[in-house]
Every structure is written in C-alpha cells, then in structure tokens.
C-alpha cells in the first residue's frame, strides 16, 4: 500500500470537510457531543485550521483517504496532534500510525507531543501507546457519553 502525507492545498479543504464528517460521524452518533465533536467542522473552521496550524492530507494508492493537523503547543518545540481520521473504509490498515509518524518527522524539533481522544476508542490509545504516547491521568467530562483522555510524547534528542 502506497500512503502518502502531503501539506494539504487551499483546494483541498472541501474533500478534507467532507472525508473529516465520514471519519466522525460513528463519533458523532455515539457521543452526541454537537458541541464540539470534529463532526461539526465548517468549510470556515477548516480555512482557520489551514490558516493557523499544519494541515496534511493523507493518500493511499493517490485516493484521498483522511487527513492530520498539528500546531505549535506553544512553540515548534512542544507540539499538539489536533485532529485526525481515516474515512471508514481505510481504517485498521496502519495509515494513521503512518501519517503521525510522518508528521512528527517533519516537525522533528520538538521535544513533546500531545494529543487528546475519546475515553472508549481502544483503537486510538493502542496506536498512540505504540508511537510512545502515554497517558497523563488527565480526563475531561463532557457528557455521559463522552469523557476525552490525554497523552503526552516526550521525545528524547
């Protein structure tokens, strides 16, 4: 399988719109957090998101198949993965864990990454314990159905 991450381009923001509802709608339905749920995203939020951080689309065989950003957690040395999904039919085949590999290549000056997830997504935490992600402790309610759990990276130079 051929899996590219590449900067995403200003053209590319309503296929990323559209592939991020794909990717979260099982979120969305399971935590009914219309909030905040990536679900919700806007061609508006995603030119903000293009505009204020990093934003990588991912290809398999050239498809557009999800998309990863990241921004500076405050600066280039301490980073946040903000966001990222596959579109279902591309999940659990190793392109998420390739895709944060490649981001946090390019942004190889930094010495923490953080990253927040679901409290019941099994699937997201054993990706992330696997690239060295552990858990803080940290937890935050948002609705009966949703708690979100943190992880931190720290990355020895």
């Not at 596959?86 to 864990?97: A, L, N, T, V």
């Not at 895709?99 to 190889?108: D, K, L, P, T």
């Not at 402790?137 to 708690?147: A, F, K, P, R, T």
């Not at 979100?148 to 990355?155: L, Q």
């Amino acid at each position: 399988m051929d899996i590219k991450v590449e900067r995403a381009e200003l053209e590319d923001l309503e296929l990323i719109v559209q592939g991020q509802k794909k990717g979260f709608y099982e979120c969305y339905q399971r935590y009914q957090d219309h909030e905040v749920s990536p679900y919700n995203v806007t061609i508006e939020m995603m030119k903000y998101i293009f505009d204020k951080e990093y934003l990588y689309k991912i290809l398999s065989e050239g498809e557009f198949v999800g998309a990863i950003y990241v921004h500076d957690n405050p600066d280039k040395y301490h980073m946040k993965l903000r966001g990222i999904f596959i579109i279902p039919e591309y999940q659990d085949k190793g392109i998420g864990q390739i895709a944060i590999e490649y981001v946090e290549s390019q942004h190889n000056e930094a010495v923490t990454w953080v990253l927040e997830t679901p409290h019941d997504l099994k699937r997201n935490h054993h990706v992330y314990e696997k690239l060295g992600y552990k858990r803080t402790g940290e937890e935050d309610y948002i609705n009966e159905n949703l708690s979100i759990v943190y992880y931190k990276k720290e990355v020895n130079k």
